[in-house]
């Protein structure tokens, strides 16, 4: 179902630019476990699965400071940080899937010509890894990550060079996301906003609303190919 913000209309996108984690891919129960393993490892218990999903989105740095807890100093988070991005990287894929529809979503939108990128807060290497793991990196002409610039999302530096490498015009570009990060890094960057309700921070939409939201991204390719 695709639930609008009063007097919104989609135009023509030329450009839809994607977040990762809890729009594209369902990656909850690997970060999961690697946050729990680096406690672990710092010799700290472990924590509520639903707890570490609300600290997802704003990076690996900011993750795991907030996993670790107030008490952490900046060394303990630095060392939390090595061993988390040393542990996830063997394990990025155990249980990571795109939800479902995704596959075919992209699909039809890459069939369709329809440009697309990737903009995480995740490490580009790890983003670029898992997509070349499901199997979709023709699908995207730019993956980049948290790393990738000076600022992270919702720094609207990702949305600018995209568009400018892609040559894309603002009214034609649209961000895809599950959390008020991106719905945030959309309105910074002057482009539209599309909100994934079953990802993994939707409930953050009550703060910084979409311009519309769906519930299965077929929903998404089907209106841009107004099908």
Same mark, same amino acid.
């Given at each position: 179902?695709?639930?609008?913000?009063?007097?919104?209309?989609?135009?023509?996108?030329?450009?839809?630019?994607?977040?990762?984690?809890?729009?594209?891919?369902?990656? &909850?129960?690997?970060? *999961?476990?690697?946050?729990? #393993?680096?406690?672990?490892?710092? $010799? !700290?218990?472990?924590?509520? @699965? =639903?707890?570490?999903?609300?600290?997802?989105?704003?990076?690996?740095?900011?993750?795991?400071?907030?996993?670790?807890?107030?008490?952490?100093?900046?060394?303990?988070?630095?060392?939390?940080?090595?061993?988390?991005?040393?542990?996830?990287?063997?394990?990025?894929?155990?249980?990571?899937?795109?939800?479902?529809?995704?596959?075919?979503?992209?699909?039809?939108?890459?069939?369709?010509?329809?440009?697309?990128?990737?903009? &995480?807060?995740?490490? *580009?290497?790890?983003?670029? #890894?898992?997509?070349?793991?499901? $199997? !979709?990196?023709?699908?995207? @002409? =730019?993956?980049?990550?948290?790393?990738?610039?000076?600022?992270?999302?919702?720094?609207?530096?990702?949305?600018?060079?995209?568009?400018?490498?892609?040559?894309?015009?603002?009214?034609?570009?649209?961000?895809?996301?599950?959390?008020?990060?991106?719905?945030?890094?959309?309105?910074?960057?002057?482009?539209?906003?599309?909100?994934?309700?079953?990802?993994?921070?939707?409930?953050?939409?009550?703060?910084?609303?979409?311009?519309?939201?769906?519930?299965?991204?077929?929903?998404?390719?089907?209106?841009?190919?107004?099908?």
């Amino acid at each position: 179902m695709v639930r609008t913000e009063t007097g919104f209309r989609l135009g023509r996108v030329e450009l839809a630019i994607f977040d990762l984690d809890g729009t594209l891919i369902d990656s &909850t129960q690997d970060l *999961v476990n690697s946050v729990n #393993a680096t406690r672990l490892h710092m $010799g !700290l218990g472990e924590i509520e @699965a =639903r707890l570490i999903a609300s600290y997802v989105g704003n990076g690996a740095p900011v993750l795991i400071q907030r996993s670790l807890g107030p008490e952490a100093s900046e060394q303990d988070c630095l060392r939390g940080l090595e061993f988390f991005l040393r542990y996830y990287r063997e394990h990025m894929l155990d249980h990571t899937d795109l939800y479902p529809g995704v596959r075919e979503a992209l699909d039809e939108l890459y069939g369709a010509g329809v440009g697309m990128a990737i903009l &995480t807060n995740k490490p *580009v290497r790890f983003s670029e #890894a898992i997509i070349e793991g499901l $199997g !979709l990196a023709s699908h995207f @002409a =730019r993956i980049y990550g948290g790393n990738s610039f000076a600022e992270k999302k919702p720094h609207p530096i990702g949305i600018d060079t995209l568009r400018s490498e892609l040559k894309a015009e603002r009214e034609g570009t649209l961000m895809v996301g599950d959390s008020a990060v991106d719905i945030r890094t959309a309105r910074n960057a002057g482009v539209a906003a599309c909100g994934v309700t079953f990802g993994i921070q939707p409930e953050t939409f009550a703060a910084h609303p979409p311009d519309f939201a769906i519930d299965d991204l077929r929903e998404l390719s089907r209106l841009i190919l107004n099908r």
